[in-house]
């Protein structure tokens, strides 16, 4: 009897024991995180051997902002390919016009869309000339447009302009023209002081006489200087004085009065 209750006695300790060793070892976690927690009276680890050190909070390091900068460059309009259009004119859509629709000075001008071409009448008593200037600046181009003029002196003309710009108030560039009631041509070189100075002035079968449309063709191309009529060359020259500008047509002679039509520029 003696021995049976020293072995319940036995039991009875080691069950006792046997629940705290259980929790030292890794028992309830929220027990063993609050003995890591600083602030304990000793100033203890929960009993361990050396002092606790609080260890510092990790915090995560905030993603770089990234900041989207426009960055701006200048628009680069290639060049276009030799032969290829680079404007056109048929003058009948009249709700996007590339010229003035109505008389801008009726004194000494007068402008409009008539009949699917283009009018322009010089009334200038000197002998002036009244045109139109291609929206844009070009440098290797060919201007082709059909003309035809009636009205004013014998003398009346109707010309395109290529690489043209304003010195001192006064027009400069090259200018290619017939007479039709003459039958000459004129290719020439307007200077900034206001002199015309011919490079070409001759005669022409390939003219259309009267008030009979001609098709005027002037290429600036380089240094090469080339005019011609209903398809025909009549002239061609060397000159550098411009190497860019607008692109014209008109006409001259006091009272003379030209129509226009299929207005075609192309690259060069």
Same mark, same amino acid.
């Given at each position: 009897?003696? #021995?049976?209750?020293?072995?319940?006695?036995?039991?009875?300790?080691?069950?006792?024991?046997?629940?705290?060793? +259980?929790? @030292?070892?890794?028992?309830? /976690?929220?027990?063993?995180?609050?003995? =890591?927690? /600083?602030?304990?009276?000793?100033?203890?680890? $929960?009993?361990?051997?050396? /002092?606790?050190?609080?260890?510092?909070? %990790?915090? +995560?390091?905030?993603?770089?902002?990234?900041?989207?900068?426009?960055?701006?460059?200048?628009? !680069?309009?290639? %060049? /276009? +390919?030799?032969?290829?259009?680079?404007?056109? @004119?048929?003058?009948?859509?009249? %709700?996007?016009?590339?010229?003035?629709?109505? &008389? =801008?000075?009726?004194?000494?001008?007068?402008? $409009?869309?008539?009949?699917?071409?283009?009018?322009?009448?010089?009334?200038?008593?000197?002998? @002036?000339?009244?045109?139109? *200037?291609?929206?844009?600046?070009?440098?290797?181009?060919?201007?082709?447009?059909?003309?035809?003029?009636?009205?004013?002196?014998? #003398?009346?003309?109707?010309?395109?302009?290529?690489?043209?710009?304003?010195?001192?108030?006064?027009?400069?560039?090259?200018?290619?023209?017939?007479?039709?009631?003459?039958?000459?041509?004129?290719?020439?070189? +307007?200077?900034?002081?206001?002199?015309?100075?011919?490079?070409? @002035?001759?005669?022409?079968?390939?003219?259309?006489?009267?008030?009979?449309?001609?098709?005027?063709? =002037? %290429?600036?191309?380089?240094?090469?200087?080339?005019?011609?009529?209903?398809?025909?060359?009549? *002239?061609?020259?060397?000159?550098?004085?411009? &190497?860019?500008?607008?692109?014209?047509?008109?006409?001259?002679?006091?009272?003379?009065?030209?129509?226009?039509?299929?207005? !075609?520029?192309?690259?060069?």
């Amino acid at each position: 009897m003696r #021995t049976l209750a020293f072995v319940a006695m036995c039991l009875i300790l080691l069950v006792s024991i046997l629940p705290s060793s +259980a929790q @030292d070892e890794g028992g309830d /976690p929220s027990v063993l995180s609050d003995e =890591l927690l /600083p602030g304990t009276p000793d100033g203890t680890n $929960g009993g361990s051997d050396g /002092p606790m050190v609080e260890q510092p909070a %990790t915090v +995560a390091a905030p993603e770089p902002t990234v900041t989207a900068t426009a960055v701006l460059s200048p628009t !680069v309009r290639p %060049t /276009p +390919a030799p032969g290829a259009i680079v404007f056109a @004119d048929s003058f009948e859509d009249l %709700t996007h016009p590339n010229f003035p629709l109505t &008389t =801008l000075d009726a004194s000494e001008e007068s402008r $409009g869309y008539i009949e699917g071409q283009y009018e322009i009448r010089n009334g200038r008593l000197d002998f @002036d000339s009244r045109g139109a *200037a291609v929206p844009g600046q070009f440098s290797d181009t060919t201007i082709a447009i059909d003309a035809r003029v009636y009205g004013g002196p014998a #003398t009346r003309i109707v010309h395109v302009g290529c690489r043209r710009s304003l010195a001192a108030g006064q027009e400069a560039g090259y200018l290619f023209g017939v007479r039709p009631d003459t039958g000459r041509f004129l290719l020439a070189r +307007a200077q900034p002081d206001g002199r015309l100075v011919p490079l070409v @002035d001759q005669p022409s079968t390939a003219i259309h006489p009267g008030d009979a449309f001609n098709r005027l063709e =002037l %290429t600036c191309a380089g240094r090469t200087i080339t005019g011609a009529v209903n398809g025909v060359t009549v *002239a061609t020259v060397q000159d550098a004085t411009y &190497t860019s500008g607008a692109l014209r047509f008109g006409v001259g002679g006091s009272g003379a009065t030209a129509r226009f039509d299929n207005l !075609v520029v192309t690259q060069r």
